[in-house]
T-cell receptor
Framework: DAGVIQSPRHEVTEMGQEVTLRCKPI?????LFWYRQTMMRGLELLIY????????DSGMPEDRFSAKMPNASFSTLKIQPSEPRDSAVYFC?????????????FGPGTRLTVL | AQSVSQHNHHVILSEAASLELGCNYS??????LFWYVQYPGQHLQLLLK??????LVKGIKGFEAEFIKSKFSFNLRKPSVQWSDTAEYFC??????????FGTGTKLQVIP
């Protein structure tokens, strides 16, 4: 298995632009998580899905952030409009079915820089 | 609600020194515990996990952790660290069917 796949790996954009991050979970995993990691705040859970349905989005910082999971093999995290304080590494992780508390497998992350 | 506390934010050791990273959790019921490692520029990878059974768990690369229920602790240990162990280490917990909660991480720097 290729593992969790994220794209792009690096994104540099200007303030005010829309940013879309993409994630493909491991096949057969039906939990998907979006995290943000910064030096100041560490690793933060933004939102997670079960069977493509958002379960908990309490970690989403603002209305500028939105996430979707249109099918079992694809999810997006969108920031519109982006701001410099959104600069971070964004990780996607997935988890095996019926074992939400089992280990999560992380993708390589997307390093976002907003100028 | 569950929570995780990692005592040390930054640890510096010389090669061959012994390592112990503290982790305490808060949850009233049965828990599942994890240690993840993040090497510089890479993503988080599982080091070891505890679900049940022997409270002394052995993971990859010579790491081990001991679950002490009475102390709500799950400390990570390694008898002799190497330069290649330089990384950030995250303790995590999940209770029941709750999501996994990660600690704030401990940065380990091993000096050759």
């Amino acid at each position: 298995d290729a593992g969790v796949i994220q794209s792009p790996r690096h994104e540099v954009t200007e303030m005010g632009q829309e940013v879309t991050l993409r994630c493909k979970p491991i096949s057969g995993h039906d939990y998907l998580f979006w995290y943000r990691q910064t030096m100041m705040r560490g690793l933060e859970l933004l939102i997670y899905f079960n069977n493509n349905v958002p379960i908990d989005d309490s970690g989403m910082p603002e209305d500028r952030f939105s996430a979707k999971m249109p099918n079992a093999s694809f999810s997006t995290l969108k920031i519109q409009p982006s701001e410099p304080r959104d600069s971070a590494v964004y990780f996607c992780a997935s988890n095996s079915p019926d074992r939400m508390y089992n280990e999560q497998f992380f993708g390589p992350g997307t390093r976002l820089t907003v100028l | 609600a569950q929570s995780v506390s990692q005592h040390n934010h930054h640890v510096i050791l010389s090669e061959a020194a012994s390592l112990e990273l503290g982790c305490n959790y808060s949850y009233g019921g049965t828990v599942n515990l994890f240690w993840y490692v993040q090497y510089p520029g890479q993503h988080l990878q599982l080091l070891l996990k505890y679900f049940s059974g022997d409270p002394l768990v052995k993971g990859i690369k010579g790491f081990e952790a001991e679950f002490i229920k009475s102390k709500f602790s799950f400390n990570l240990r390694k008898p002799s660290v190497q330069w290649s162990d330089t990384a950030e280490y995250f303790c995590a917990v999940s209770g029941g069917y709750q999501k996994v909660t990660f600690g704030t991480g401990t940065k380990l720097q091993v000096i050759p």
